[in-house]
């Protein structure tokens, strides 16, 4: 509801309405008041004009009368103006201020208070006076109140009429308002949803122009701009498919790559340990016979077939050496577990000053002949780089596998390297070795470094026994 | 002490506090001497004194020339002086007569023998002039140019108790006219009813008194032409009520004979066309005292 009242609010086309009907209604209710300030106005100066009209007429009329003290006959004339609808009272006083006439509603002691102006009375009745002179001579004063309660209710009936008017013109102009606005905000609506429409990937919508107004500029800009960005996009699109083909592809032949490096690499320690161990055997097998069979212990010919034994055994371990660099046989023997903790319990034993914690988890013995090797290399990859460049005094590995995915993290605490360093490039053969590496296999790798926060790497690598 | 004297008075001359201090006091001092004389006033008693004035013309004309007679008593007595009439010559009658309303009395001649037998007014001064008549008009072009003429017309007259009308029906009684069957004899409030109803054309004639008539307008007065005047009779009298005292009364009589004698009276009378007043006896309108009765 808060949302609708929300976005409501936001409408171009409702603050649009909502604006022009605002200034409608205050203009209105403005000329109303206005209106209704004339309209009392004018009713109040015209009861006053009236009222000092009458009086001024009726004093001279009467004067006559106060001179020949003639109170019936003024009495008589006056009962016929009391009739007049406006008038309250009539009180005629002469010249010792002692009421001779008092008609309608008032006493004749009553001395009301006189009055300026309509606009200013509070006792419903506009009380004036006049004094009746006749050639300048004071013959009394004549005291009359003229009732508001008619000018009342014509200035009420005029405020109504005024009100009404003002209110179905209201109703009239937010009902054409409406409509306009509606008129001219379609177009604006219609735009807004074909921006939509783009903003969800549908480069098909066109806006139709209609005029040569400014919407139906916008429209007709809008429409390049669409075209323009769906021939764009189409051609990102292709491109972006043709790179992932090519990444594909790439990644195929990094794969194969791989898998012909790995086999070239076992292939050669086989045959290291097929004709060159062989042959060192056979080696050392014929030393040791020459020096038993040297006659009488010949020194000369045993110092020499020592050094034949001790020259073979060298190469022996240099050929072992090679052949477990290029395939660990224990690798193939007692699978990737036994694998990692004695290459990690070797690598510990060269390099006593750093911690090495190792934490395997899950069934890792069918991993695949892939697998095993990317994991293989890149912990011995890891390993090599902590001591060359990490300066590390810990490191910790964890290796686990759960029912989809087999995760890797190798975390150290050496004094890492600014991420945004552009130094970072010496370093980044290593890493884009095994992003590679992951990536053949479907996989996930990320690292994180900052400088003096060491180097974590984690890899998440889907179970693929197919890999 | 001489030279103290000077002193201090040219202290006090230069000085603007002892001089306002001075008339401050002085002021203060002549107060009371200014209340004690108002209130010792001859006519204090009757304050305010009504000056009843017949209507023998309209309201505001009566007012347009009694007001400065009046402003003049008022001045003088030190009381004011308002001037009041009645509807009409009936009723001021009995305003006279029965209500005694007024205090000073400008009536018709024909009035006055009742008002003092019967009121007990008291005759202090007369206008002073030979004597007053009516006059008999019609429009320069009329036809009529003798009484006879009359005959079968319609004469414009002030009310039936008026000087006017009565004086007239005598004159025309006595010239063998029966105003009652030869012509219409038609009432109207005043004179100057009387004159302008010939003068529009709405009668034939009017009759009013001459005072009147010579105080009509210049134009009037041009397109009109005289047929006939009655017997004189003597002015209007002035009287004062019983209620005014002895006193009071003579300072009335005394300011009114007083006016004709200055400038500013003059002027004062020259409203009514007046050129005084004069002692009269009220024996004088004995011989009017019979109009009514007819």
Known sequence: MLSAIKNLFHSLRFRLIASVVTIEVIML?????????????????????????????IATTSGNYMVAVDYATLKEYLSNIISYKELSYIVVVDRDENAVIALGTVTPEARPKIDTHPA?????????????????????????GFSLSLMDDAIHKSRNRGITIALIEIILTILVTIIIGLGLTRRLGLLSKAAGEVETGNYSVTVPTETDDEVGKTAAAFNRMVAEVSKRTQQLLYEEKRTQQLLTENRLLIKKSLEVQEEERK????????????????????????????????????????AILNVSAHIYDVVHSMMHLLRPSILDNLGLEEALKDEIDVWKKRNPKISCIYDFDGD????????????????????????????????????????????????????GMDSAAPSQAHIGLGIIGMRERIQALNGIFMHETSTDNGFQIFIKIPNDKEQ | ??????????????????????????????????????????????????FGIIPFVSAEQLV??????????????????????????????RRTHEDKRYDILFTAPHFYPQASSRAGYRLIVSVDSPGMWAVIVVPRQSPIHKLDDLK????????????????????LNDAGIDPDEDITIISTPSHDASLLSSYYGVTDASALMQPPYAAASQQVRDNMRIIARTDSTPHIPISVSPRINDSCKSEITKLLLEMSTTQK??????????????????????????????
């Not at chain 1, 200013?120 to 009359?144: E, K, S, T, Y």
């Open chain 1, 29 to 57: 209710s403005l000329l109303v008041w206005n209106n209704i300030s004339i309209i009392h106005t004018t009713h109040t100066d015209r009861l006053r004009d009236t009222a000092i009209s009458m009086i001024q007429q």
């Open chain 1, 120 to 144: 200013l009375v509070n006792d419903n009745v506009f009380d004036i006076a006049q004094n009746i002179q006749v050639a300048g001579q004071p013959m009394g004063r004549m005291l009359m």
């Open chain 1, 267 to 306: 292939h050669l320690a086989r045959e290291l340990h097929d004709e060159l161990g062989q042959c060192i055997t056979a080696i050392q097998a014929d030393a040791e016979s020459i020096r038993d069979l040297s006659p009488e212990c010949d020194h000369r010919v045993i110092t020499s077939a020592d």
């Open chain 1, 364 to 415: 890792l013995s069918n991993l695949g002949e892939r697998i095993n090797i990317t994991i293989y290399r890149i912990i011995q990859e890891c390993l090599t780089n902590i001591v060359k460049h990490a300066s590390a005094s810990h490191v910790s590995i964890e290796l686990k596998r759960d029912r989809e995915n087999l995760h890797l993290s190798i975390c150290d605490d050496g004094i």
């Open chain 2, 1 to 50: 002490m001489h030279i103290f004297i000077s002193r201090t008075g040219q202290i006090f001359l230069n000085n603007f506090r002892y001089q306002l201090l001075f008339i401050f006091f002085g002021l203060a001092l002549c107060q009371p001497i200014i209340s004690i004389a108002k209130e010792n006033s001859n006519c204090s008693d009757a304050s305010p004194i009504i």
């Open chain 2, 64 to 93: 347009i020339q009694f007001s400065p007679i009046a402003l003049y008593l008022s001045d003088h007595l030190g009381i004011p002086v308002r001037i009041e009439t009645a509807p009409d010559f009936v009723e001021f009658a």
């Open chain 2, 152 to 171: 079968g017309k319609r004469l414009a007259t002030v009310p039936p108790a008026g000087l006017a009308t009565l004086l007239v029906r005598k004159y």
């Open chain 2, 265 to 294: 009276g003059k002027e004062i009378l020259s409203h009514n066309s007046f050129s005084g007043f004069k002692q009269t006896k009220p024996e004088e309108y004995d011989k009017v005292r019979d109009l009514l009765a007819r």
